[in-house]
């Protein structure tokens, strides 16, 4: 839990969020953990990427999430 | 416009509100969300969103509409033939909703845009798939932002839905109760730990939960230059934010096998000519009825909603058994169904109104359009499952529509044998003479049937005139 808070602290320093006009009270703490996500998810994407990548060098074809993949579940 | 209502729901977000006049329900655009909505329209969002069934279309009405006579815009949307709500929904239901939501924040970030609000009853069912109604939901995307609605979004969709598959099914009820979703700190304390194991539900249910208590009652931080393109909220973080509530969301899954009622079909309730010869009486009287709205109400996985819905009657099949719901649901999405909507109701406490001045969310009784109601083996569970008087059924059924078709299960069948087996038989009333003597009270019988190989009777009743005896 320490190093969570500790984590969530230093995502705070570095970056800062644009507070908007909003009828929804957004939650700071719902605001701030955004930037710790946005993080960590943004290294799998990353990695993900240059996974595929290094096995499509070895012609080998992954199954990854279409970009569009929900759209089906609203097409007639 | 002289006669129009505000609905009672509709008054939070100052962009504009929606109001009913002459039957039809119609929603202002306020002066102050001139510039979204312009963009909403023109940058093609609109379009695309309405042509993949994800926003509900609408034309512009005259703004002589206007009940306060200072919108920009007023919009007459697609009329939803029901408007339901999540803690109503089974799982597949809810989840879908999530989906559709994520779907939709995503095209708008493409387009510039981003979704103010995420809540679960701006979501609605249309030809059976979900939609949102709300179209003031979008505005416009600035550079930097967080995404506002995150903790609406996590609160009425990923709490549920990973309560309900990783907890117990029936934690959806916690809906009713939080009317704005469910706390996260709440979520978290009733989740098994094995959850700390799933990361999506880690990061956005735990330690979300987490950072609003570190940051309660505090400002977040002011914006400021970024020192570096990695810790700034783009909008490419904003996609991959999304893309990991819609990974975490498709990774939950309920199993309905443990419910006992959506095998009930499966059991022995009749020998198949008794549900055969149902079948064709339940169609018989539908064909004399010819409703254009249904309600089936102890609909199981809905069976006899089909007899309706596939002659074109807009179909409500209602059930509480959250199995039975979600099997209906499944089917409906398999077949492609546009006029059946499975929801989930436990009759003996049927939704009530909710939320402030109990006016934002209607009960079920104030949402019923229907002409007729399907009530098949139905009337032993409330009247001896719950001890509800054979009289105050009568008088509730029939005034929620003009026709009823009605099962009455003596006790001598197998099913209310089950019922009174742990019990004392206090129901000495509860005949057949007793049941078409109560019901006569406030309708007339125009039919009555006995099902082949039971004890059981249909009945067609048409409810009388008011005043008439």
Redesign the interface.
């Known amino acids: ?1 320490k190093y ?2 500790s984590l ?1 602290k230093l ?10 006009f ?3 009270d ?17 290294i799998l ?1 990353t990695f993900r990427f240059w996974k595929s990548r290094l096995l499509s060098l070895f012609g080998i074809r992954q199954e990854t ?1 279409e970009e569009d993949g ?2 089906n ?4 | 416009m002289s006669d129009s209502r505000r609905i009672g729901g509709s008054f939070r977000d100052p962009n504009g509100f929606v109001f009913v006049a002459d039957g039809l329900v119609y929603r202002q655009v306020n002066e102050g969300y001139r510039s979204n909505y312009d963009q909403l329209m023109e940058s093609d969002l609109y379009a695309e969103l309405v042509d993949r069934a994800l926003l509900i279309p609408h034309s512009e009405a005259g703004s002589n509409l206007s009940p306060d006579g200072q919108g920009y815009k007023i919009l007459q949307p697609e009329q939803i033939p029901f408007i339901s709500y999540p803690y109503e929904w089974s799982f597949s239901q809810l989840k879908d909703a999530a989906l559709a939501t994520l779907n939709i924040q995503r095209r708008a970030l493409r387009h510039g845009m981003i979704l103010k609000d995420a809540s679960a009853y701006n979501i609605q069912f249309r030809h059976g798939k979900p939609l949102l109604i709300d179209s003031l939901s979008f505005e416009t995307y600035q550079d930097g932002q967080a995404w506002v609605a995150y903790r609406q979004f996590c609160q009425h969709f990923l709490a549920p839905l990973v309560l309900m598959s990783r907890k117990d099914i029936r934690l959806s009820q916690l809906l009713r109760v939080y009317i704005d979703g469910i706390p996260l700190d709440l979520a978290k304390s009733l989740l098994p730990k094995r959850t700390w194991l799933n990361l999506g539900v880690v990061m956005h249910l735990h330690l979300h939960a987490r950072a609003q208590q570190r940051y309660a009652n505090k400002k977040p931080p002011a914006q400021s230059e970024p020192t570096s393109r990695r810790g700034r909220l783009d909008k490419k973080a904003l996609m991959n934010i999304c893309d990991s509530l819609r990974s975490t969301v498709n990774g939950l899954k309920w199993d309905p096998k443990s419910t006992s009622w959506a095998r009930y079909y499966e059991g022995d309730s009749y020998r198949e000519e008794g549900f055969d010869d149902k079948y064709r009486t339940v169609t018989e009287y539908l064909s004399i009825v010819k409703p254009d709205c249904l309600w089936d109400l102890g609909a199981n996985t809905g069976a006899f909603s089909r007899i309706a819905s596939d002659q074109g009657a807009f179909t409500v099949s209602i059930d509480s058994d959250p199995g039975a719901v979600e099997a209906n649901y499944l089917q409906s999405i398999g077949l492609n169904e546009t006029q059946l909507h499975p929801l989930l109701v436990d009759l003996t406490n049927p939704s009530a109104a909710l939320g402030w001045a109990n006016g934002e969310r209607d009960s079920l009784a104030q949402r019923c359009k229907a002409d007729c109601v399907l009530a098949l083996a139905l009337v032993h569970h409330l009247a001896i499952g719950n001890n509800v008087p054979l009289r105050n059924i009568a008088k509730y059924l029939a005034a929620l529509a003009e026709w009823l078709i009605i099962e009455f299960v003596p006790k001598s069948d197998a099913k209310v044998k089950v019922l009174l087996a742990s019990r004392q038989d206090i129901f000495a009333d509860y005949t057949q003479s007793a049941f078409e003597d109560v019901f006569s009270e406030i309708c007339e019988i125009v039919r009555s049937n006995s099902i082949q190989s039971s004890e059981r009777r249909l009945y067609l009743m048409r409810r009388r005139p008011a005043g008439a005896s």
């Open positions: 839990m969570f808070l969530l995502t705070t320093a570095v970056a800062g969020l644009r507070i908007l909003a009828y929804l957004p939650g700071s703490g719902s605001l701030i953990v955004q930037l710790l996500i946005a993080v960590v998810v943004g994407a999430d929900d759209d579940a609203n097409e007639n």
